[in-house]
């Protein structure tokens, strides 16, 4: 078994962030949290500046990672997984305000996107697991401890309540962008002008611009060909996050299974090879480009009709070879011609 990750690469000559117009040497700090490795990019006149800069981020996100995990029992999650289903919880303003994000685009969605998949990812195998194959009595039995509709938000009294026993949220596909949202807003605060936050390379934030430049060039990966790039683009004060089916997979009698699931077949999205949405917010895009890989090219091109700021790039399947769908997609897309259906499902 092994895993491939999509990650976002810094274009050559297009990285850096300036702090002041002496400091001249990019550095990059990394942090580990919420499964994942956090990697901020900035210029700064010394390490230990840009060791300063970054330790107001970092601790924001291992706050976050401490509130929303669902792998520790002590998170505000963990609370709400465990006792939601017994009576309406309590919960603080912030974790409030977050399930309100997520179930929206639930809703907006049509349940592409839906944050209930907790019990759901344990029975595939993909909670703290590289995936297993479950049994047709184990997938009906997930069906009642699924869905965005069971759950309620009283937002007079700030509760959560699961109205299904067995739900369970699973934060996987929108917390980190929520994340990278909070420590942005902590560079902000502290006057960081332009930097480059990314989360596992899966989801990134470009805060402003480096010195001299327009925007951050980003490039976008070949599913399953890291070293291959399909697109860069150019990103200034917007989010960028790609979903991609080999970052957690199994293969069983020749078929893959990857760890994004669709909520209405209970098992594996196959809607997409590979998604990448860029949004104003991390949330938005980290969210969205899990929906738009469940939903598939045509009814992701109808969903963002109705959001003129967010952009897709949807690649999928053909008969012989990889195709793309570019949805208000700011530059060209390259190279699919050169990579066989068959390699990216081996994830070669």
Same mark, same amino acid.
């Given at each position: 078994m092994s895993a491939a990750r999509a990650t976002l690469a810094i274009a050559p000559g297009a990285s850096g962030a300036s702090l002041r117009e002496d400091a001249v040497?990019? !550095? #990059?700090?990394?942090?580990?949290a919420m499964g994942t490795e956090y990697a901020l990019y900035l210029y700064a006149s010394s390490c230990e500046e840009a060791e300063a800069t970054a330790k107001p981020a970092f601790d924001e996100i291992s706050r976050i990672d401490e509130l929303l995990s669902n792998y520790r029992e002590g998170s505000e999650l963990s609370r709400i997984n465990r006792e939601a289903a017994l009576a309406p919880v309590t919960t603080d303003p912030e974790v409030f305000?977050?399930? *309100?994000?997520?179930l929206q685009w639930s809703k907006r969605s049509g349940g592409a996107f839906d944050m209930t998949l907790g019990k759901l990812m344990k029975t595939w195998g993909f909670f703290g697991a590289s995936g297993a194959l479950p049994s047709k009595a184990e997938i009906a039995e997930a069906q009642s401890q699924v869905g965005w509709w069971n759950v309620r938000l009283d937002s007079e009294q700030r509760t959560v309540q699961f109205l299904s026993p067995g739900i369970e949220f699973d934060p996987g596909g929108i917390g980190k962008g929520y994340a990278v949202d909070r420590a942005i807003r902590i560079l902000r605060a502290n006057g960081v002008q332009a930097a480059l936050l990314s989360s596992?390379?899966?989801?990134? !934030?470009?805060?402003?611009?480096?010195?001299?430049?327009?925007a951050w060039k980003i490039q976008v990966p070949a599913p399953g060909r890291e070293a291959d790039t399909v697109s860069t683009v150019e990103l200034r004060d917007m989010s960028? @996050? #790609?979903a991609n089916r080999s970052q957690k997979y199994f293969v069983k009698n020749g078929r893959l299974y990857g760890s994004i699931m669709d909520p209405l077949t209970l098992s594996p999205s196959e809607g997409a090879v590979q998604t990448t949405v860029i949004a104003?917010?991390?949330l938005d895009s980290d969210a969205l480009s899990n929906a738009v890989f469940v939903l598939g090219p *045509? *009814? @992701?091109?109808s969903l963002l009709e109705k959001f003129p700021q967010i952009s897709a790039l949807v690649i999928s399947t053909g008969k012989t070879a990889l195709r793309h769908k570019a949805i208000r997609w700011p530059a060209s897309v390259a190279g699919l011609n050169r990579m066989s259906r068959t390699n990216e499902e081996e994830g070669e």
């Open positions: 040497t990019l !550095y #990059t700090s990394l942090h580990p305000r977050f399930l *309100e994000a997520a596992g390379g899966s989801t990134i !934030y470009a805060l402003g611009a480096p010195a001299g430049m327009a960028l @996050s #790609t104003p917010s991390a *045509e *009814e @992701s091109a």
